[in-house]
């Protein structure tokens, strides 16, 4: 925990870190423990509170030496998305295609437009930049088309689900394309939180975030995208981003692969058009059994046995 611990101390020398967050560390031992779990006898817990948006995090490094169950991982060879001509219905536009991906209406909704972004190749390890970044170029059509189709579209959001840990239901690889015309309150909270922070403080949020995690060289910017670290990520491994996310994709797919190469195998990628502003979060190794989330992930705290510090490292270094 030593990286994380000195990393806020030099943070907690900035104004916009005390405005932004309350840390605070704590030590606790485990007497009469049986010997072959003695590295569990000292831990560290460093509690987390971002204050602007309300979140809460409590780091644990220790957690990630627990034993855990695994499973075997069910292949998927084949899939309705290799034959997304035929086994795929059209959405409202049509299909929409170029080289690498093709459009699909999402079997069951989870918004008043839900289409699919279907690679055309099988294999997520077989992706290369060309196919992230034609595919995102698709969706952003599809994002400006469905726009013109439905004037009342107030939300939109892409997400990326990869492995079944995430949530994913089929292994080929495809974004998930939402349009709503409302705004979700969990939205409409974030917006407002935001403007509140503008009206207060007379800068952006993520700006001063951005900035602020650059200071200990946890943040980068290339080709116009904002990426780094969280420090109150929604589970292990997780960075922000904020800027146009179809300008900068590329800098997002070269941040992915440091992830992958360094062990990640399942991940959430969410991006909210509206504010420019997206998250990663990596979901853990795929052949673990267990889920990542307990009773205080659903209540809304966070419990993280990864080093943002370490997480910087693979990302900008
Ligand atoms: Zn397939």
Redesign the pocket.
Known sequence: MAELEKILENLKKENVFNRLFEIEIRETVLDNIPEKYSEFKKQKLIFINEKILGRSVIFNLSRKKRPQPLQEIQKQE??P??NYQTETPVDELGRLENETSATASNLSKMADYHSLIIFKK?NFDDLKENDFLSALSLSQDWFEKIKNYDEKIKTQILIWNHHFRSGASIL?PHFQILAYKNVPLKVSELKEKLENYQKNFGTNYFDDYFNLMRKVDLAREKYGLKIWVSLTPEKEKGFNFYGDLFKGAKFLWETLQKLIQTGTQSFNLFYLLDLNYGFFVDRGEINKLNSDFGALEVFGIKIISSDPAELGKILFQ
Do not use: S
Request: glycine share 0%; net charge neutral; charged share 35%.
């Open positions: 084949k899939d998305f290799c099988h080929h």
